[in-house]
């Protein structure tokens, strides 16, 4: 068996899981709109909930596995490290996406602004630029081990950004506390919203790993092309 | 140890007296500082918005601007002069490059924001005598933040045909903590408020330069080993 | 009880588009990939 049959074989199996969690996220689309009671002070909107969320998990969870990911390839040099650090990135920016998408929207409704500088949203936001940047800064470098190490170089930076973000937020807030009128996320929810909730995360977080396996594949892929090229010249 | 150091103040006093020659960064650092302090003083409405509300923030973008613009220096000098080969021909310290440049950065910001600073008092009436070494202080605290993490993605950025525009994307999610943070203390200083109530700021800023001006010197290596 | 039902819905459509749209990109780069 070929690296390149691996690699294809890779990217089936990512087809797979990728299939299983679109058939749990529209299970959860069903269960959400459907089968989920509305919260009354709320409103329909409060529903977002379950898109936003998991949403949020699946890119933040992505962008830690890009940045451990880019501690290892520095320590073993294994260019597939790389890759999979930035099929993970590349997952992460769309998973950021629809957070950055759906906050807002939840937002204007909830809290009556589509904005708010709070730490979860405000930490996307700057993390989700900055993978896009990682993304673009990929995109103009050629040779592949230049490229496999300024990635790590950003991915490691990203990792160690996180928290002081955060920090940063919650000084901001503590000092000046903004007036919230609802408080969407309720640390105790009542069972139907908490099991609609986690089919969301569990659902997000299968797509992570689908669209993660098939990115990667699609990097080696290319990769092995790209060497076969080479060597044939 | 002796050694790194005296690399590094070479490198350093090399590309400070570069500069020192064309002065061209310099003098649009200077114009821009007029520029954005004077159109966020006419920017707001005069008798809703006091000019001591806005001028901690004039102050700070002010400072980035020159800290864009003396990181974006450093690297038209490399490209022009292909300096940084050279130095990897010598047996200097790997480790001396990155503070030598981070040195000669400090000091091309340092001395357009040295000169900002009292712009920023004539045109905003702000007494800052009273807070001033706290308030130098601050803005060092914060400026070393972005030039140790700025030295480190422009000797990235540089590597690419985009220099200029990978440099602010790259740079800009760094710059939030130790720029709300630098923001946040000045407003504070200047409002009168005690050092010791503003502790909480002065930490994240002290934590985020550790962290950063370390983790930048030693991925520096990472970025220019061959 | 507030009638915000069109957030809610605009929410959902573009999770869908932005999940099928990314998963649709994958599975073509990826075939014009094997193809060759």
């Given at each position: 068996m070929t690296q390149r049959d691996r690699a294809a074989g890779i990217a089936r199996w990512g087809g797979v899981v990728t299939g299983l969690g679109l058939l749990g996220l529209a299970w959860v689309y069903v269960r959400a709109l459907v089968y989920t009671p509305v919260e009354a002070t709320q409103g329909a909107a409060q529903k977002i909930f379950y898109v936003h969320v998991p949403a949020a998990w699946a890119a933040l969870l992505a962008v830690s596995v890009t940045g451990i990911l880019s501690i290892f390839y520095l320590w073993l040099k294994d260019r597939r490290i790389d890759l999979a650090a930035a099929a993970s990135a590349e997952v992460g920016v769309a998973f950021g996406l629809v957070m950055l998408t759906t906050g807002p929207i939840w937002g204007k409704?909830?809290?009556?602004?589509?904005?708010?500088?709070?730490a979860r949203l405000t930490s996307t936001l700057f993390l989700f630029l900055l993978f896009v940047g990682y993304l673009v800064l990929r995109g103009v470098l050629t040779d592949p081990g230049i490229r496999a190490r300024f990635s790590s170089v950003i991915g490691i930076l990203g990792l160690i950004l996180v928290p002081f973000i955060h920090l940063t937020v919650y000084l901001f807030r503590t000092l000046h506390p903004a007036p919230i009128?609802?408080?969407?996320?309720?640390?105790s929810l009542p069972n139907a919203m908490l099991v609609t909730l986690l089919t969301s995360v569990a659902a997000f977080s299968v797509l992570y790993l689908g669209f993660l396996m098939q990115r990667y594949a699609l990097a080696l892929l290319r990769e092995l092309r790209e060497e076969a090229l080479a060597s044939a010249q | 140890m002796r050694a790194l150091l005296r690399a590094a103040w070479h490198i350093a006093v090399k590309d400070v007296a570069i500069e020192w020659r064309t002065k061209t960064a310099f003098a649009s650092g200077l114009v821009f500082a007029v520029l954005v302090l004077a159109v966020l003083f006419f920017s707001r409405d005069p008798t809703a918005v006091a000019s001591s509300d806005i001028a901690p923030g004039a102050l700070w973008v002010t400072f980035t601007f020159a800290a864009m613009l003396g990181l974006n220096r450093a690297f038209l000098l490399e490209r022009e002069l292909h300096g940084l080969d050279g130095i990897l021909l010598?047996?200097?310290?790997?480790a001396a490059i990155f503070w030598g440049k981070f040195g000669a950065n400090l000091v091309f910001v340092g001395a357009i924001e040295a000169i900002s600073l009292p712009l920023f008092v004539v045109f905003?009436?702000?007494?800052i005598w009273m807070r001033f070494g706290e308030l130098v202080l601050v803005i060092a605290m914060a400026t070393v933040a972005f030039v140790a993490v700025g030295t480190l993605l422009s000797a990235m950025a540089?590597?690419?045909?985009y220099a200029e525009l990978m440099l602010p994307l790259l740079l800009l999610p760094f710059l939030v903590p130790p720029l709300v943070g630098g923001v946040q203390l000045t407003a504070r200083l200047l409002e009168g408020r005690p050092l010791s109530d503003l502790s909480g700021w002065l930490k994240l800023i002290a934590a985020f330069d550790l962290a950063f001006v370390s983790l930048s010197a030693l991925l520096f290596q990472v970025v220019i080993e061959e | 009880m507030p009638s915000n039902a069109g957030f809610m819905i605009a929410a959902y459509v573009i999770v869908a588009i932005v999940v099928l749209g990314y998963a649709l990109s994958l599975a073509l780069r990826i075939r014009r990939e094997t193809k060759r």
């Open positions: 409704p909830i809290w009556g602004t589509w904005w708010t500088w709070d009128v609802l408080k969407p996320s309720a640390p | 010598t047996p200097v310290p790997r905003y009436d702000v007494p540089v590597r690419t045909r | -």
